[in-house]
């Protein structure tokens, strides 16, 4: 990224870039392109702002913001200590699910299903410097999940995902399988609403079926398109960002000067003056 009179600009080894827009898979091991992004955002369009792809990264971000917008998702806390753990196991019941706030592909997320196990699992990730979560377990969708992909708002895709692990209540991680999945329209409904609460143009969403209907586990600001080859997923995307690209290029001609003005200028009548 240079600066110049004209503020911060895109560069690929020192020479400028002229973008039209940017569709990025970003997250928050890639904290130098955010930086980058954010910097730039306002003039480029682009899929996925800053403030959502990292409110997306951090879990317990994600269900606060699904809570406040009405998006049934299982219950969540931050447990720092032994007794807000037990507290929060004895209001929903065993086995409750720990995992990280940042975790991906199921890394340190395990099932405690008793107090002595529920402590010494949590002080084991403590140990390690690791944030803490603790969760409702959605016990009826144990293995399984529906992996759903949402473009600028609107359903396009969703594949059912299974544990390649016998046994593993975690539907995703090595050896693990999706298959297309025709969604119900109130799952559809769930992962839309999802998509707008959590901000982002791309998203997918883990969606389970629980016993009082669909809850959305999670978000993902750059999904893996794996598992739907059967469908197009880069047309909607695609689609999406140049009708970003149109609506910015009117907004910035909206203040352009108009060709009388202009041409009042080139002769000297009037200084040139954007309109407003």
Excluded: W
């Excluded at 084991?124 to 759903?148: D, K, T, W």
């Amino acid at each position: 990224m240079a600066l110049d009179s004209r503020g911060p600009r895109l560069c690929s080894d020192g020479v400028p870039l002229e973008a039209d827009g940017i569709i990025h898979q970003m997250s928050t091991d890639a904290l130098g392109g955010l930086v980058v992004l954010g910097a730039v955002g306002e003039d480029v369009p682009h899929l996925n702002s800053v403030d959502a792809v990292l409110r997306s990264a951090d879990k317990f971000a994600t269900h606060v913001r699904l809570v406040a917008h009405g998006v049934p998702t299982p219950a969540t806390a931050f447990c720092p200590n032994d007794r807000e753990l037990r507290l929060f196991a004895r209001e929903y019941g065993y086995p409750v699910v720990l995992k990280q706030p940042d975790g991906a592909r199921g890394a340190e997320v395990t099932l405690a299903r008793e107090e002595d196990e529920l402590l010494a699992k949590a002080a084991s990730i403590r140990e390690r410097g690791i944030p803490l979560l603790v969760q409702r377990f959605v016990a009826e969708a144990a293995g399984r999940n529906h992996r759903v992909i949402v473009v600028g708002g609107k359903f396009v895709a969703a594949v059912e995902q299974t544990g390649g692990r016998p046994g593993d209540f975690r539907s995703n991680g090595p050896g693990d399988v999706c298959r297309p999945v025709a969604l119900t329209e109130e799952e559809v409904s769930v992962a839309e609403r999802a998509a707008r609460a959590s901000g982002l143009d791309l998203m997918s969403a883990d969606l389970l079926r629980g016993a009082d209907g669909p809850v959305i586990l999670e978000t993902n600001s750059f999904p893996a398109f794996g598992g739907f080859e059967h469908v197009d997923l880069c047309a909607p995307v695609l689609d999406l960002i140049e009708r970003k690209v149109r609506e910015n290029t009117s907004l910035a001609l909206s203040g352009a000067a108009s060709p009388e003005e202009i041409l009042a200028a080139a002769e000297g009548d009037e200084p040139l003056a954007a309109s407003t």
